[in-house]
């Protein structure tokens, strides 16, 4: 149960990861990876609450480990990191680096506040 | 021609890229759901071998990570500066699969469990460590791919 949960989770995070990604991406002309910002910072969000509520086993497979865990993503994070060094943006791939961890971090924290706060 | 992807999910700059969606919509969506329903199942497999507490060190978590990210800039050289491949091959395997087998949430959420849990320095750790070894993992997978195809690229010229 708790793998169909996981797979059903991912199987609406990935997608949505990918569909965040584009509609961001449309809406400005930097070089800095807003999409995957965003879907990371959401990610963090959502997993902080559902962590500090705490949310049940069945809820924290299919929204948590799948869910959150499919939207959010390290390897695309480490991929523009590393390209944005190639082509000489060094200071921008210093700040996605910087800016990730620091707002996925705080909206972590805010996910927290907000689950005790509920 | 515009050089290789900054975002490997999905750049916009490239122009087969920006029209996937229109093209091939369910078939895009799809591929990239069941990657990722797959990868995530590989990362559950992964955190339920190597069980961690609270107050650890997330190994699972760091493995997956790194060796996505390792994964990641493999694929990447091979389908973007090697050989053209299957238009759904980015979508299953980059977007969904180590999309979904990596995780930045999962990530965050550790560092702030640690500290919660009285062990700041292993969410310290944890947090430095991950950011250093994948780094190191995308660069080495890309690095790596790029010497051997080149030397492949070279022997098919030859």
């Known amino acids: ?118 | 021609m515009p050089g290789p992807p900054v975002d490997s999910d999905v750049d916009l700059h490239i122009a087969e890229q920006r029209a996937e969606l229109r093209r091939a919509p369910w078939g895009t969506l799809g591929a990239i759901s069941a990657g990722g329903a797959l990868g995530a199942l590989a990362r559950y497999g992964l955190s339920s071998a190597f069980p961690y507490g609270p107050g650890e060190f997330p190994w699972p978590v760091f493995w997956a990570n790194v060796s996505g990210c390792l994964l990641i800039g493999v694929l990447m050289v091979l389908i973007t500066e090697w050989r053209p491949a299957h238009r759904l091959v980015r979508p299953f395997l980059g977007v969904g699969v180590l999309g979904g087998y990596t995780t930045f949430s999962t990530y965050t959420v550790d560092v702030q469990r640690a500290v919660e849990h009285g062990a700041p320095r292993v969410g310290l750790a944890y947090l430095a460590l991950t950011l250093a070894a994948a780094l190191a993992a995308v660069l080495t997978g890309v690095r790596l791919t790029r010497a051997l195809t080149g030397r492949r690229a070279a022997e098919d010229a030859g």
């Open chain 1, 1 to 118: 149960m708790t793998i169909l949960l996981i797979a059903l989770g991912a199987a609406f995070g990935a997608p949505l990861r990918y569909l965040t990604d584009r509609a961001v991406q449309a809406r400005h002309d930097s070089v800095f990876p807003w999409g995957t910002f965003t879907v990371n910072v959401a990610g963090s969000f959502v997993l902080g609450l559902l962590a500090a509520l705490p949310a049940g086993g069945g809820v924290m497979a299919f929204a948590g480990t799948g869910f959150c865990g499919a939207l959010s993503t390290y390897s695309t994070f480490g991929y523009e990191t590393l390209r944005l060094v190639e082509d000489g943006a060094r200071s921008y791939a210093v700040l996605n680096a910087a800016a990730s961890i620091a707002a996925g971090l705080g909206a972590a924290y805010c996910g927290a506040v907000v689950a005790q706060a509920l």
